[in-house]
C-alpha cells in the first residue's frame, strides 16, 4: 500500500481549517493543521510534505510571505494559495512567486478535493520527469565514451566516484582523447546535472576578449563595451564552467580565477562591486601545468587549486582495443545521419587501423571514418580507401595490430553490455529493444542466444 500524500494546512480561521484537514483526511490524505502562520513555516521540513495549502490574509506572517519562505526552501513542492479576496492583482503575485493554484472562498469540499489532486498529480509528474531526465542525461553521457580497456574502465570507475563530490578536476590528456567528454560525464552525474554546462577553450581568443568573456563586463569599461555583459561564469551560476586548455590563461586572468576558487567571487571588468556566484570549475590541459608552474607561466597556487583531482586520459595508441568499438560507433552515427549501410571495416583496413598509432588520438578517428564513408563505394571501408586518408607503411598492412581474437573479445564485451543496458531499458520487451537498436527482432534473438542472456534477468 503506498503511503498516504502530506499536506500541510494553514489558515487562522480555526473553524475552516478543521473542516478542511476532515474533507482531506476522509479522502485518504495524511494533514497536518495549523492556524498560526509561523509554526507552520519553522515546522516545515522539504522531505516531510508534498503539498501546501495557505490562506493569503492572515495575521503576522502573510500567506505570500509563507509562499516565498516555503518556495526558497522546497521549489518543487506545490503550494495553492486561498482567498477570499482574490483580486487579478493579488493572483499575479502569488502566481510569480510560485504558487501553483488560487481557491477563492467560499467553496466546496468538491472543488477543495479537485484542486488538491490537479496540484499533486502536476507535482508528481515534474518529479517523474526530472528522474528520468537525470537517468537518461547521466547514461547519454556515460555512453557517449566508447571502450573496453582496463585503463578506460578504471577511470571512469573514478569520473562516477569525483562526479558527486563539488570539487575541481584537472583532465589531461593529448588532443583529441576526448577532455571535454570526461567534463561532461562529471556534470551530468553531479548534483549540478540540471544546470548549465559551459565550455569555453582558454586558446582560441586574445586575452582582453578572454577576460571579458569569462568575467563579463560593464558598460563603458573599455572601447565597444556599449552594455553591461554577463561573463560565462555568471552565466554557470549553479552549474559548471570548464575551462579547456586552461595553461593557455594569462596571467591576469589567472589571478582572478584564483580569486574566484577562493572567495567564490569576482570582479567584473569596470566594476568595484564583486559579483558572488556557485559554479563548479572542471579544467583540462595537453601540456605540462607543473612546467609552466617551473617555468612562471602559470602560478602555483592557482595549479593546486584547478588539481585536486587528476584524471589523466591515455591516448587511443595504448587503448589499441577500443579502435574496433569506436570505429564501429562512428560507422553507425554515420550510416544513421546519412541512411546508409555500411557494415564496417575491411579485415585489412581493420588491422591497418588498429596498427596506426593515431597521433590525433578519436577526433583524427573519427574525421578519417567520415572521410572514408563519403568516398567509399563498397558496403565496407577497404584498406585502399583508408591508406589516402592516413600513412600505412608497407609493414603493417600485413601486420597484425589488432588480433581477430582481440577484437572479437572486446566487441563480444561491448554488445554483451549493450544488450543487457537495452533489454533493462525496455523491460525485456524484444520488440522494443529491436526498435531501440534499429535491429530486426530476429538479429536481437540471435545475439541473446549467442551471449546466453535471458531477458527475464534483465527486464
Given at each position: 500500500?503506498?503511503?498516504?500524500?502530506?499536506?500541510?494546512?494553514?489558515?487562522?480561521?480555526?473553524?475552516?481549517?478543521?473542516?478542511?484537514?476532515?474533507?482531506?483526511?476522509?479522502?485518504?490524505?495524511a494533514?497536518?493543521?495549523?492556524?498560526?502562520?509561523?509554526?507552520?513555516?519553522?515546522?516545515?521540513?522539504?522531505?516531510?510534505?508534498?503539498?501546501?495549502?495557505?490562506?493569503?490574509?492572515?495575521?503576522?506572517?502573510?500567506?505570500?510571505?509563507?509562499?516565498?519562505?516555503?518556495?526558497?526552501?522546497?521549489?518543487?513542492?506545490?503550494?495553492?494559495?486561498?482567498?477570499?479576496?482574490?483580486?487579478?492583482?493579488?493572483?499575479?503575485?502569488?502566481?510569480?512567486?510560485?504558487?501553483?493554484?488560487?481557491?477563492?472562498?467560499p467553496?466546496?469540499?468538491?472543488?477543495?478535493?479537485?484542486r488538491?489532486?490537479?496540484?499533486?498529480?502536476?507535482?508528481?509528474?515534474?518529479?517523474?520527469?526530472?528522474?528520468?531526465?537525470?537517468?537518461?542525461?547521466?547514461?547519454?553521457?556515460?555512453?557517449?565514451?566508447?571502450?573496453?580497456?582496463?585503463?578506460?574502465k578504471?577511470?571512469?570507475?573514478?569520473?562516477?566516484?569525483?562526479?558527486?563530490?563539488?570539487?575541481?578536476?584537472?583532465?589531461?590528456?593529448?588532443?583529441?582523447?576526448?577532455?571535454?567528454?570526461?567534463?561532461?560525464?562529471?556534470?551530468?552525474?553531479?548534483?549540478?546535472?540540471?544546470?548549465?554546462?559551459?565550455?569555453?577553450?582558454?586558446?582560441?581568443?586574445?586575452?582582453?576578449?578572454?577576460?571579458?568573456?569569462?568575467?563579463?563586463?560593464?558598460?563603458?569599461?573599455f572601447?565597444?563595451?556599449?552594455?553591461?555583459?554577463?561573463?560565462?561564469?555568471?552565466?554557470?551560476?549553479?552549474?559548471?564552467?570548464?575551462?579547456?586548455?586552461?595553461?593557455?590563461?594569462?596571467?591576469?586572468?589567472?589571478?582572478?580565477?584564483?580569486?574566484?576558487?577562493?572567495?567564490?567571487?569576482?570582479?567584473?571588468?569596470?566594476?568595484?562591486r564583486?559579483?558572488?556566484?556557485?559554479?563548479?570549475?572542471?579544467?583540462?590541459?595537453?601540456?605540462?601545468?607543473?612546467?609552466?608552474?617551473?617555468?612562471?607561466?602559470?602560478?602555483?597556487?592557482?595549479?593546486?587549486?584547478?588539481?585536486?583531482?587528476?584524471?589523466?586520459?591515455?591516448?587511443?595508441?595504448?587503448?589499441?582495443?577500443?579502435?574496433?568499438?569506436?570505429?564501429?560507433?562512428?560507422?553507425?552515427?554515420?550510416?544513421?545521419?546519412?541512411?546508409?549501410?555500411?557494415?564496417?571495416l575491411?579485415?585489412?583496413?581493420?588491422?591497418?587501423?588498429?596498427?596506426?598509432?593515431?597521433?590525433?588520438?578519436?577526433?583524427?578517428?573519427?574525421?578519417v571514418?567520415?572521410?572514408?564513408?563519403?568516398?567509399?563505394?563498397?558496403?565496407?571501408?577497404?584498406?585502399?580507401?583508408?591508406?589516402?586518408?592516413?600513412?600505412?607503411?608497407?609493414?603493417?598492412?600485413?601486420?597484425?595490430?589488432?588480433?581477430?581474437?582481440?577484437?572479437?573479445?572486446?566487441?563480444?564485451?561491448?554488445?554483451?553490455?549493450?544488450?543487457?543496458?537495452?533489454?533493462?531499458?525496455?523491460?525485456?520487451?524484444?520488440?522494443?529493444?529491436?526498435?531501440?537498436?534499429?535491429?530486426?527482432?530476429?538479429?536481437?534473438?540471435?545475439?541473446?542466444?549467442?551471449?546466453?542472456?535471458?531477458?527475464e534477468?534483465h527486464?
Amino acid at each position: 500500500m503506498m503511503n498516504p500524500k502530506r499536506i500541510m494546512l494553514i489558515d487562522n480561521e480555526e473553524g475552516l481549517c478543521r473542516m478542511m484537514e476532515a474533507v482531506l483526511v476522509d479522502s485518504g490524505y495524511a494533514v497536518r493543521a495549523f492556524t498560526r502562520s509561523f509554526e507552520a513555516v519553522e515546522a516545515f521540513r522539504p522531505d516531510q510534505w508534498d503539498l501546501v495549502i495557505t490562506d493569503i490574509k492572515m495575521p503576522g506572517m502573510d500567506g505570500l510571505e509563507v509562499l516565498e519562505r516555503i518556495k526558497t526552501r522546497a521549489p518543487a513542492v506545490p503550494v495553492v494559495m486561498i482567498t477570499a479576496f482574490a483580486t487579478v492583482e493579488m493572483s499575479i503575485q502569488a502566481l510569480r512567486k510560485g504558487a501553483y493554484d488560487m481557491l477563492t472562498k467560499p467553496f466546496e469540499p468538491e472543488e477543495l478535493l479537485y484542486r488538491v489532486k490537479n496540484a499533486l498529480k502536476h507535482s508528481q509528474l515534474l518529479e517523474e520527469n526530472r528522474e528520468l531526465r537525470r537517468e537518461l542525461v547521466g547514461k547519454f553521457r556515460f555512453d557517449k565514451i566508447i571502450g573496453a580497456s582496463p585503463g578506460l574502465k578504471k577511470l571512469l570507475e573514478t569520473v562516477e566516484k569525483v562526479a558527486i563530490r563539488d570539487t575541481s578536476v584537472l583532465i589531461t590528456g593529448e588532443s583529441g582523447t576526448g577532455k571535454e567528454l570526461i567534463a561532461q560525464a562529471i556534470h551530468y552525474n553531479s548534483p549540478r546535472q540540471d544546470k548549465r554546462f559551459v565550455a569555453i577553450n582558454c586558446g582560441a581568443l586574445p586575452e582582453t576578449l578572454l577576460e571579458s568573456e569569462l568575467f563579463g563586463s560593464k558598460k563603458g569599461a573599455f572601447t565597444g563595451a556599449t552594455e553591461n555583459r554577463q561573463g560565462l561564469l555568471e552565466a554557470a551560476d549553479g552549474g559548471t564552467l570548464f575551462l579547456d586548455e586552461v595553461g593557455n590563461l594569462p596571467m591576469n586572468v589567472q589571478k582572478t580565477l584564483l580569486r574566484f576558487l577562493q572567495e567564490q567571487e569576482f570582479l567584473r571588468i569596470g566594476e568595484t562591486r564583486p559579483t558572488k556566484v556557485n559554479v563548479r570549475i572542471l579544467s583540462a590541459t595537453n601540456s605540462d601545468l607543473r612546467t609552466g608552474v617551473e617555468n612562471g607561466s602559470f602560478r602555483e597556487d592557482l595549479y593546486y587549486r584547478l588539481n585536486v583531482v587528476n584524471l589523466h586520459l591515455p591516448p587511443l595508441r595504448e587503448r589499441r582495443e577500443d579502435i574496433p568499438l569506436l570505429a564501429t560507433s562512428f560507422i553507425k552515427s554515420q550510416n544513421e545521419k546519412f541512411v546508409t549501410a555500411f557494415t564496417g571495416l575491411s579485415p585489412e583496413a581493420h588491422r591497418a587501423a588498429c596498427s596506426f598509432d593515431w597521433p590525433g588520438n578519436i577526433r583524427q578517428l573519427r574525421n578519417v571514418i567520415e572521410a572514408c564513408m563519403a568516398v567509399e563505394s563498397g558496403e565496407t571501408i577497404s584498406l585502399a580507401v583508408l591508406k589516402r586518408f592516413i600513412e600505412i607503411p608497407a609493414s603493417d598492412e600485413e601486420g597484425d595490430g589488432c588480433p581477430e581474437s582481440e577484437y572479437a573479445a572486446a566487441l563480444s564485451r561491448f554488445e554483451t553490455n549493450y544488450l543487457k543496458e537495452l533489454l533493462k531499458k525496455t523491460g525485456g520487451n524484444i520488440e522494443a529493444a529491436a526498435r531501440e537498436a534499429g535491429m530486426n527482432m530476429a538479429t536481437i534473438y540471435r545475439k541473446l542466444k549467442k551471449y546466453d542472456i535471458r531477458r527475464e534477468d534483465h527486464s
